[in-house]
């Protein structure tokens, strides 16, 4: 056991005997979303995993301990900013746990911590990933790396619309990372289930990812891999729409000089309010989406397990 770490009894129990357990990350409730509806939708997804059959584990740093499973006050705390928590990435790991500080945690950091704590498998909203113009910024995301080094399975609605998509595939291709379409056969663009971007490998029921997670781990074939989910049908918006909203983000973003970890905190919540709150919506259906699917493909692994 990591001594920085710190395991709630329900999530150390499930663990113990081998139950299906799902990780969820604490950047979308403290950065991602507004004040109360980031505190009721991170209830809402711990329930729709509950309901499947798993137990959920939110992941966040608090006094530099890293925390596997939440409170409900500390749900609140994070949603609610009392904590004031920085948000946190792999090179930050180090710094907020040494300055006994608090954390939120993105996709790659949820999945580092995840992995101490022997939990495979992780739902959450969009994945980072190559951001517009990075041929000229190199901005991408560390997300991209952690797919290539972490054992985790994430669950998502494919990579955030304010990225570049096609870029952000062929970056998970060099890195040997599988992109799995779960009951489609194009990269969902987040806000829309329709991208352009066509992926190579498509499953039909979470058995079938399962299986395919269990012939790559027990290959010993080292990180995690891409499970992508698209946005349920009667919550998607139109390409046309988002890409528009984000276009003006976008613009308005390099009038701001607005650089780093700030990006796509500002991008999101100005397309919240360019589409009039659409977005967030839409934003709060496929986080739940996700966190049923992934603990489905849980509990499906669990099973193949214990064969």
Wanted: with cysteine; charged share 20%.
């Amino acid at each position: 056991m990591n001594p920085y770490l710190d395991i709630t009894e329900e999530v150390a129990d499930a663990l113990h005997a081998g139950l299906p357990v799902v990780a969820l990350e604490s950047t979308i409730i403290s950065h991602g979303m507004p004040w109360p509806r980031n505190l009721e939708t991170a209830l809402a997804v711990e329930d729709a995993i509950r309901k499947e059959g798993a137990v959920p584990a939110t992941i966040a740093i608090i006094n530099g301990r890293l925390k596997v499973g939440l409170s409900r006050e500390e749900l609140t705390l994070f949603s609610n900013s009392s904590l004031h928590p920085a948000k946190v990435s792999r090179r930050d790991l180090p710094i907020v746990v040494a300055q006994n500080g608090n954390g939120a945690t993105t996709v790659a950091s949820t999945m580092i911590i995840a992995s101490m704590a022997g939990i495979r498998f992780f739902a959450t909203g969009g994945i980072g990933g190559v951001h517009r113009g990075a041929e000229l910024t190199w901005d991408i995301s560390a997300d991209l790396d952690e797919f290539a080094r972490t054992d985790v399975a994430v669950v998502c609605a494919g990579a955030k619309a304010i990225l570049d998509l096609a870029k952000t595939m062929e970056y998970l291709e060099t890195k040997g990372v599988p992109v799995i379409g779960y009951r489609t056969s194009e990269l969902p663009a987040f806000y829309s289930r329709e991208s352009g971007v066509m992926l190579s490998q498509r499953a039909d029921d979470p058995m079938e990812i399962a299986r395919l997670l269990h012939a790559k781990w027990s290959l010993g074939l080292s990180g995690g891999a891409v499970i992508a989910n698209p946005v349920p049908i009667e919550y998607s918006m139109t390409k046309n729409e988002i890409d528009a909203a984000i276009e003006q983000a976008l613009e308005e973003l390099a009038e701001k000089r607005i650089k780093g970890a700030a990006v796509t905190p500002y991008l999101l919540a100005r397309v919240a309010e360019i589409t009039g709150g659409d977005s967030l919506e839409t934003n709060i259906a496929l986080v739940i989406n996700n966190a049923h699917l992934a603990a489905r493909i849980a509990i499906a692994y669990e099973q193949m397990s214990e064969k």
